[in-house]
């Protein structure tokens, strides 16, 4: 798979830019998985503009590099996470632990190749209970720790084609709620983040898969298939999903755990 140029199409719905909310994490730990680019960035950022000691975890260290030049508070922290002890360490010690990190194949179930749905759930999914299984006892032991999962509308619904990521997201979904009812009472919140398709390079990746799974030209995935069933018809931001993240770790939204928040234009609506 290749990365694919920004597509033309109609122009997008103007929308609010995202105003931060109130958040104060100085003296805390975040751990961001798939920190070097697009939805892990952009919380990355947010929560060392919060105050927060920030680990940014990706496999990409000129990625994170340049992270950490853009924003003091960032510690890079260049790991595969199919390293799955590695991965479970370097949560350790962590008070906010964001599950981003993901990949994505395009490919009929019979002709999706098992290494790579492997992989998938690896990393989309052993990887996540691993980091939480590590950051969860010293959010216990001080009582109060907040773990966000990226997961995505098709944690919620399913699309074909999808098969591995849409397994992934579904297990995601229960392995958050099942963290939110054993750290309630342990000031321990456990969350999903929905956001539909937004605008980042794994997105311009599944545009050239969609295009040739169902044959059709690059320009008419955006609009026929990706959008379809969206009200909004438009990406989402990655700057507003991190802000989805952000409240997620504020007092006033320590009532809120093993839901899923969906930002997904509408697309559940139906």
């Known amino acids: 798979m290749t990365s694919a140029a920004p597509l033309p199409g109609p122009a997008p719905l103007p929308g609010p830019a995202p105003r931060s909310v109130a958040l104060d994490l100085g003296g805390r730990t975040a751990l961001v ?21 920030v680990r940014a975890v990706d496999r990409d ?45 395009v490919r009929p179930i019979e002709d999706f190749p098992p290494d790579v749905f492997h992989t998938v759930l690896t990393v ?57 009812l054993e750290g309630a009472a342990r000031g321990v919140t456990s969350n999903c983040v929905n956001p539909g398709y937004v605008r980042t390079p794994l997105v311009e990746r599944q545009i050239a898969d969609q295009a040739a799974a169902h044959g059709i030209p690059r320009e008419s995935v955006l609009t026929d298939v990706l959008l379809k069933d969206s009200a909004l018809k438009r990406l989402i931001e990655p700057e507003e999903v991190a802000e989805a993240v952000a409240y997620l770790c504020t007092p006033e939204a320590s009532f809120i755990t093993g839901t899923s928040l969906a930002l997904d234009g509408g697309w559940t609506a139906h």
């Open 33 to 53: 998985t798939g920190a070097a680019g697009g939805i892990g960035r952009a919380c990355a950022l947010r929560l060392a503009a919060a105050g927060a000691k």
């Open 61 to 105: 260290a000129e990625g994170l590099a340049e992270l950490a030049a853009a924003a003091p508070g960032v510690e890079p922290l260049a790991l595969d996470l199919t390293d799955l002890d590695a991965a479970e360490e370097a949560a350790a010690g962590t008070d906010v632990l964001v599950n981003n990190a993901g990949l994505q194949l």
């Open 124 to 180: 989309m999914l052993e990887a996540p209970f691993r980091l939480i299984r590590g950051a969860l006892p010293g959010m216990y032991a001080q009582g109060w720790g907040r773990i966000v999962n990226l997961s995505s509308v098709h944690g919620l619904r399913a699309s074909a084609y999808k098969s591995a990521y849409v397994a992934a997201k579904h297990g995601l979904e229960g392995l958050s709620k099942t963290a939110a």
